[in-house]
């Protein structure tokens, strides 16, 4: 049963700490509080508030997309409340795919792994598509090279990957900077969003609250339903609560990243205060300003009306307010930016881990002597994400994205009690109120959200996940460092 070994935590702690205490390079202890708190709102605040919300406001739940946004952020925050025992406990690079190493097994620790690489790879193509198209519009660039539809290569997504691929390669330090700034602009313009459109807020707009539930179209039926509603028989349907429940799985895509957060415990200078103040301020942060620009979209104009492509500038538009259409642009540009670099760094970070234990070769894993950054696999990373956000449009894919967020989530829940179980004796800095109660509440509110995403999302992720289990079978399970050790 080699497959479940797992890692001493004592040297998954010795070694972060080790690294660089040779005269060798290792990562940089620069980042505080507030640093890890900005990359959270960075990664979090973007694609899923600017897109997400007209988009499943029209599909799935009518206004009722701000329960949908209240109900995936408390689920997230459970999660978050999981993440932030496990970090301050074990501060180590790789957050999930770290923790499960530890705890529930190797085969587990790869699944994890392989599964964040391609949340944050598709995730940050997505998102790198949509920036070239909020830019396009701004600046009435060719569609051509910069739109979504008519476009061979995607010009702009391939050059904004590129030039933060180099940011994130040359500085932590330097990317916590740019982050920070990126996200003052974006939230300072989501208050805005919520002030101003306020005053725009139709009550008949809001009614009824949660349309009530009708047989979904031909685009919503076979493999585009639901798990929940193939499992049990149900007539594909749209609206109602289950509409509300299936828009609460998608919009969870808006949430996702704030792991990231976990994957810089190397790299912080107090991790054991620092990431549970981190992880768990993005969340709050996020939730706040999600619910309360969902409610002003929805209150400004009928649901049936919304953008789907630019729903918060076109709502301003709608009530003649084009100025504050222009001011919402500036803001996507902005956050998309932050959300594609803290993705990139994460990326690199997430590898770093798992090529340090072997799972994949060692010399990916390289840090630069200078930067203090694992530079060779942030550069695969992000050709790689160039490639993908140039050539294939991916905006569908938003599912994909959250499926893995959430698989990872899932795991991560089940750590806590694990890890309590196995080693009682861990020092805890943060510890998870009501475990296992609500570990166990956490995963499964994870995996109910899961299965109300659609089949063909499900057999998308299983074939992802079989491609791993290969690498993994013919490579990993022999040539990484545990397996060495004992031989």
Same mark, same amino acid.
């Given at each position: 049963?080699? *497959?479940?070994?797992?890692?001493?935590?004592?040297?998954?702690?010795?070694?972060?700490?080790?690294?660089?205490?040779?005269?060798?390079?290792?990562? !940089?202890?620069?980042?505080?509080?507030?640093?890890?708190?900005?990359?959270?709102?960075?990664?979090?605040?973007?694609?899923?508030?600017? $897109?997400?919300?007209?988009?499943?406001?029209?599909?799935?739940?009518?206004?009722?997309?701000? %329960?949908?946004?209240?109900?995936?952020?408390?689920?997230?925050?459970?999660?978050?409340?999981?993440?932030?025992?496990?970090?301050?406990?074990?501060?180590?690079?790789?957050?999930?795919? $770290?923790?499960?190493?530890?705890?529930?097994?190797?085969?587990?620790?790869?699944?994890?792994?392989?599964?964040?690489?391609?949340?944050?790879?598709?995730?940050?193509?997505?998102?790198?598509?949509?920036?070239?198209?909020?830019?396009?519009?701004?600046?009435?660039?060719?569609?051509?090279?910069?739109?979504?539809?008519?476009?061979?290569? #995607?010009?702009?997504?391939?050059?904004?990957?590129?030039?933060?691929?180099? =940011?994130?390669?040359?500085?932590?330090?330097?990317?916590?900077?740019?982050?920070?700034?990126? =996200?003052?602009? !974006?939230?300072?313009?989501?208050? +805005? *969003?919520?002030?101003?459109?306020?005053? /725009?807020?139709?009550?008949?707009?809001?009614?009824?609250?949660?349309?009530?539930?009708?047989?979904?179209?031909?685009?919503?039926?076979?493999?585009?339903?639901?798990?929940?509603?193939?499992? +049990?028989?149900?007539?594909?349907?749209?609206?109602?609560?289950?509409?509300?429940?299936?828009?609460?799985?998608?919009?969870?895509?808006?949430?996702?990243?704030?792991?990231?957060?976990?994957?810089?415990?190397?790299?912080?200078?107090?991790?054991?205060?620092?990431?549970?103040?981190?992880?768990?301020? $993005?969340?709050?942060?996020?939730?706040?300003?999600?619910?309360?620009?969902?409610?002003?979209? =929805?209150?400004?104009?009928?649901?049936?009306?919304?953008?789907?492509?630019?729903?918060?500038?076109?709502? /301003?538009?709608? @009530?003649?307010?084009?100025?504050?259409?222009?001011?919402?642009?500036?803001?996507? =540009?902005?956050?998309?930016?932050? %959300?594609?670099?803290?993705?990139?760094?994460?990326?690199?970070?997430?590898?770093?881990?798992?090529?340090?234990?072997?799972?994949?070769?060692?010399?990916?894993? !390289? %840090?630069?002597?200078?930067?203090?950054?694992?530079?060779?696999?942030?550069?695969?990373?992000?050709?790689?994400?160039?490639?993908?956000?140039? /050539?294939?449009?991916?905006?569908?894919?938003?599912?994909?994205?959250?499926?893995?967020?959430?698989?990872? /989530?899932?795991?991560?829940?089940?750590? @806590?009690?694990?890890?309590?179980?196995?080693?009682?004796?861990?020092?805890?800095?943060?510890?998870?109120?009501?475990?296992?109660?609500?570990?166990?509440?956490?995963?499964?509110?994870?995996?109910?959200?899961?299965? #109300?995403?659609?089949?063909?999302?499900?057999?998308? +992720?299983?074939?992802?996940?079989?491609?791993? +289990?290969?690498?993994?079978?013919?490579?990993?399970?022999?040539?990484?460092?545990?397996?060495?050790? !004992?031989?």
């Amino acid at each position: 049963m080699s *497959v479940l070994r797992t890692k001493p935590i004592k040297d998954v702690i010795a070694q972060s700490q080790a690294d660089g205490e040779d005269g060798g390079p290792g990562l !940089k202890r620069r980042l505080g509080a507030r640093d890890l708190t900005g990359f959270g709102i960075g990664i979090v605040i973007g694609t899923g508030i600017f $897109t997400l919300t007209g988009l499943e406001a029209r599909e799935h739940a009518g206004p009722g997309v701000v %329960v949908s946004f209240a109900i995936a952020g408390l689920v997230a925050l459970l999660a978050a409340l999981c993440y932030a025992e496990l970090a301050s406990s074990v501060p180590a690079a790789g957050s999930a795919y $770290t923790y499960a190493y530890a705890t529930m097994g190797e085969i587990v620790a790869w699944i994890i792994g392989w599964d964040l690489l391609l949340e944050f790879a598709l995730g940050s193509a997505v998102v790198a598509r949509g920036w070239s198209g909020y830019l396009a519009e701004l600046f009435n660039l060719p569609a051509a090279w910069f739109g979504e539809e008519g476009s061979v290569v #995607n010009v702009g997504a391939i050059g904004i990957v590129l030039l933060l691929g180099v =940011v994130a390669i040359v500085g932590i330090r330097e990317s916590a900077r740019l982050t920070n700034l990126l =996200v003052l602009v !974006k939230v300072a313009i989501c208050v +805005f *969003v919520i002030v101003a459109g306020a005053f /725009f807020v139709k009550a008949t707009n809001l009614t009824p609250f949660i349309p009530p539930a009708e047989e979904a179209g031909a685009g919503e039926t076979g493999l585009r339903q639901p798990v929940t509603q193939a499992i +049990f028989g149900m007539e594909p349907s749209v609206f109602g609560f289950a509409g509300v429940l299936t828009a609460a799985a998608v919009v969870f895509f808006a949430y996702t990243g704030f792991e990231a957060v976990a994957n810089l415990g190397e790299e912080t200078r107090n991790p054991r205060r620092d990431l549970p103040l981190g992880l768990l301020g $993005t969340l709050l942060v996020a939730t706040v300003l999600y619910i309360g620009v969902s409610l002003v979209v =929805v209150g400004m104009v009928p649901y049936d009306e919304i953008d789907r492509g630019a729903p918060i500038a076109a709502a /301003f538009e709608s @009530v003649g307010a084009g100025w504050a259409a222009v001011l919402v642009s500036i803001a996507a =540009v902005a956050g998309l930016t932050s %959300v594609i670099l803290v993705q990139l760094v994460a990326m690199g970070r997430i590898g770093f881990a798992v090529a340090r234990d072997g799972l994949i070769p060692p010399a990916v894993a !390289k %840090v630069h002597p200078r930067w203090g950054t694992p530079y060779r696999i942030t550069a695969m990373m992000t050709v790689l994400v160039a490639l993908l956000a140039g /050539f294939l449009p991916l905006t569908a894919l938003a599912d994909l994205v959250s499926i893995g967020a959430l698989c990872a /989530f899932v795991l991560v829940s089940l750590a @806590v009690p694990i890890l309590r179980r196995t080693r009682p004796e861990l020092d805890r800095p943060f510890t998870v109120p009501f475990s296992p109660v609500l570990p166990i509440v956490s995963a499964l509110a994870c995996l109910y959200l899961m299965l #109300n995403l659609s089949v063909e999302t499900w057999l998308r +992720f299983l074939a992802w996940m079989l491609l791993g +289990f290969l690498i993994y079978l013919f490579y990993g399970r022999r040539r990484n460092r545990l397996a060495q050790h !004992k031989s």
